[in-house]
């Protein structure tokens, strides 16, 4: 395998008009925000990667403006001038930076594409070369939706119309109290054959068991991460009494943290988003944990640029990933995205892995720099990086 050493690193803040808000029971953002972040090695080779975190600490701890600190004067110091055989090494170079998941994976997705492009190879397969033999990507990854709150029922219900008509067979509701049980009714009411799943985004406490009971009539495939982002002891108190599989997300930042709940029985799918476990290097790690115990795993998403969509697709082809993911269509998120060519919705709910070598989309420099103005225009006061 081909070493490189790391000679630039670059982050541009980018703001992108959604083509469709996404409501969750904490609120809405009016566009989304990313950190893009550009990697170089002293062969001239760029390798690409992204954070696409909210600009309010509403789903976890960082923000982007948190993520920019810490990566500008703690992450890129010690990635300057280092030689890597192995974006596996990064965890250990980072070591002395605690927490700060979302921070470190942006910086080593880009280092990730970087040396899968010096070894000539697709993200995908040389994810694969860091796997036991026999996990192979699929060349395609299953998908889902995930829509969020409507101002009304005939709304919430016109919406997953249309996305099943666009060809999703895995659609998430965003939950809330005062928006769950009388949705869900509705919407199976609707939609009785759907493959449905509610995602409550940490909106309720162990008090509103009975509510989250009444969720089992509905056949959900999941309920994802209905107690509080940083709980796992009681969505272990909360899971016997459902028949719902607990799905989580917020509260699971490491393959240590997912054996905690396993053992604590607190919930039986896990959402893998890999930014928020801390990049590629631990999202394997919980990728094997799960293939090793049976457990069913998908990668949720954060509203991604082209460019974390297309690292997410090439991990969701993993044959470990058994369920469908939340990476939708580009045309779901941006009108144009900051990466080419789009992902396009497949028969049959899935998205095709690029074949170019890294993640195999071609960024475009001039629309990263339209999304940087677009963020300025939106934080006018923001420091800037570069
Ligand atoms: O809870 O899964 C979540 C987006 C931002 C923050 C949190 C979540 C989400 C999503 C979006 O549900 C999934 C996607 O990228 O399409
Ligand atoms: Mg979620």
């Given at each position: 395998?081909?070493?490189?050493?790391?000679?630039?690193?670059?982050?541009?803040?980018?703001?992108?008009?959604l083509?469709?808000?996404?409501?969750?029971?904490?609120?809405?953002?009016?566009?989304?925000?990313?950190?893009?972040?550009?990697?170089?090695?002293?062969?001239?080779?760029?390798?690409?990667?992204?954070?696409?975190?909210?600009?309010?600490?509403?789903?976890?701890?960082?923000?982007?403006?948190?993520?920019?600190?810490?990566?500008?004067?703690?992450?890129?110091?010690?990635?300057?001038?280092?030689?890597?055989?192995?974006?596996?090494?990064?965890?250990?170079?980072?070591?002395?930076?605690?927490?700060?998941?979302?921070a470190?994976?942006?910086?080593?997705?880009?280092?990730?594409?970087l040396?899968?492009?010096?070894?000539?190879?697709?993200?995908?397969?040389?994810?694969?070369?860091?796997?036991?033999?026999?996990?192979?990507?699929?060349?395609?990854?299953?998908?889902?939706?995930?829509?969020?709150?409507?101002?009304?029922?005939?709304?919430?219900?016109?919406?997953?119309?249309?996305?099943?008509?666009?060809?999703?067979?895995?659609?998430?509701?965003?939950i809330a109290?005062?928006?769950?049980?009388?949705?869900?009714r509705?919407?199976?009411?609707?939609?009785?054959?759907?493959?449905?799943?509610?995602?409550?985004?940490?909106?309720?406490s162990?008090?509103?068991?009975?509510?989250?009971?009444?969720?089992?009539?509905?056949?959900?495939?999941m309920?994802?991460?209905?107690?509080?982002?940083?709980?796992?002891?009681?969505?272990g108190?909360?899971?016997?009494?459902?028949?719902?599989?607990?799905?989580?997300?917020?509260?699971?930042?490491?393959?240590?943290?997912?054996?905690?709940?396993?053992?604590?029985?607190?919930?039986?799918?896990?959402?893998?988003?890999?930014?928020?476990?801390?990049?590629?290097?631990?999202?394997?790690?919980?990728?094997?944990?799960?293939?090793?115990?049976?457990?069913?795993?998908?990668?949720?998403?954060?509203?991604?640029?082209?460019?974390?969509r297309?690292?997410?697709?090439?991990?969701?082809?993993?044959?470990?990933?058994?369920?469908?993911?939340?990476?939708?269509?580009?045309?779901?998120?941006?009108?144009?995205?900051?990466?080419?060519?789009?992902?396009?919705?497949?028969?049959?709910?899935?998205?095709?892995?690029?074949?170019?070598?890294?993640?195999?989309?071609?960024?475009?420099?001039?629309?990263?720099?339209?999304?940087?103005?677009?963020?300025?225009r939106?934080?006018?006061?923001?420091?800037?990086?570069?």
């Amino acid at each position: 395998m081909n070493s490189i050493t790391i000679q630039d690193v670059k982050l541009h803040v980018v703001a992108l008009p959604l083509v469709e808000l996404l409501k969750t029971s904490f609120g809405a953002e009016p566009y989304k925000s990313a950190i893009i972040v550009e990697v170089v090695s002293t062969d001239g080779l760029v390798g690409w990667g992204e954070t696409a975190l909210k600009t309010k600490p509403s789903y976890g701890a960082e923000t982007i403006l948190t993520v920019l600190h810490i990566t500008r004067d703690f992450l890129i110091p010690r990635l300057l001038g280092a030689t890597l055989e192995s974006p596996t090494e990064l965890p250990r170079l980072f070591n002395s930076v605690r927490g700060n998941h979302h921070a470190r994976a942006g910086v080593e997705a880009a280092v990730w594409d970087l040396l899968a492009k010096a070894n000539d190879m697709r993200l995908a397969d040389y994810f694969a070369v860091h796997l036991p033999e026999g996990n192979q990507p699929r060349d395609l990854a299953t998908v889902g939706v995930s829509i969020g709150i409507q101002d009304s029922l005939d709304e919430q219900i016109a919406l997953i119309g249309k996305r099943v008509d666009e060809g999703y067979r895995r659609i998430k509701l965003k939950i809330a109290p005062g928006w769950d049980v009388e949705v869900a009714r509705a919407v199976r009411d609707a939609f009785p054959d759907i493959s449905l799943m509610l995602d409550a985004n940490s909106a309720y406490s162990l008090k509103d068991a009975e509510r989250l009971k009444q969720l089992d009539q509905f056949d959900l495939l999941m309920i994802e991460q209905p107690l509080s982002y940083d709980d796992i002891f009681e969505h272990g108190q909360l899971q016997p009494q459902l028949k719902t599989p607990i799905c989580l997300d917020e509260s699971i930042y490491s393959a240590h943290d997912w054996k905690i709940a396993l053992q604590l029985g607190a919930g039986k799918i896990l959402n893998l988003k890999p930014t928020r476990v801390g990049g590629f290097a631990e999202s394997l790690k919980l990728y094997q944990l799960c293939v090793e115990r049976g457990n069913p795993l998908w990668i949720g998403g954060m509203l991604e640029t082209g460019i974390g969509r297309a690292a997410n697709v090439a991990f969701a082809s993993l044959p470990g990933v058994t369920l469908p993911s939340d990476i939708s269509a580009t045309n779901r998120y941006f009108d144009p995205d900051i990466a080419e060519p789009p992902f396009v919705l497949q028969e049959g709910s899935f998205l095709r892995v690029p074949g170019g070598i890294g993640i195999g989309v071609e960024v475009c420099r001039d629309r990263i720099a339209e999304a940087q103005e677009t963020w300025r225009r939106y934080n006018p006061f923001a420091p800037l990086w570069r």
